[in-house]
């Protein structure tokens, strides 16, 4: 018995409990040795199912397969992303937009609602002035103007195509003075102007593609920097291909 315990005993005290964390521990011996903790990556493979590398292990190669699939989606994101098709895509159809600049406007026309069934479509032209305060005159106005000022802001249709309706434009109509005319001249507010002219096949719809025309005629003017000179009659061709219409080359 150690001289320590002996005199606890004489003295009838118990010996002072060891520290927390700090066992007892025999004279003589060595501490002892802390736990071994796995680190990280031995745990990582030791949770994992056997014959698998473990998700979170950086020399674990990753799968094939799925490389292979998100190489074959950069190329066609690519491909988006620069306004391409993908391969085996289906083709847009006939165009159905037109546009051409003359004298200060320029003109973009395009097909809408278009229903073989009916042989029916509308046919929609904006006109755009390219200077700022520049104005059209209105759809109603006489072929001469009045008093010879003005040129009205037409659409027609010739050949295997018809008008089904009159021509309407978007945009209000204001009358305005010009020095030297007894009647006010009709307007729209300066800027872009849109009509439509809803319109009727009367080609025989065999696919061999009957053709139409739209003579497209406008001026524009400013109250400041005068007037351009007037379009007449511009022919855009149409085609008419069982009985859809669609534009080729203006």
Known sequence: MSSRLLRSVRSGRRPAPSRPGHPRRLPGC???????????????????PRNEKAPDD???????????AAGALVPLALLVACGGKPAGAAA???????????NGVTVALSVSDRQPSKRTGTLTAVFAP??????LYS????????????????VAVTGTLAADGPLTAAQPVRP????GVGSPVPVYPDGPVTTTLPVRASGSGDGSGDGATVPIGYASCSTRDGCTIPVSDHPVRLRVTDWVPAFGTP
Request: no cysteine; proline share 25%.
């Open 30 to 48: 060595p501490p002892p040795s802390p736990p071994i903790r796995p680190e990280p990556l031995l745990a990582a493979h030791a949770a994992a």
């Open 58 to 68: 950086p020399l674990s190669p990753q799968p094939r397969r799925p490389l292979r």
């Open 92 to 102: 847009d159809g006939p165009p159905t937009t037109a546009r051409f600049s003359e």
């Open 130 to 135: 390219e200077a700022a305060g520049f104005h």
């Open 139 to 154: 759809t109603a106005l006489p072929p001469t103007g009045i008093e010879d000022v003005g040129r009205p802001t037409a």
């Open 176 to 179: 305005i003075r010009v020095p």
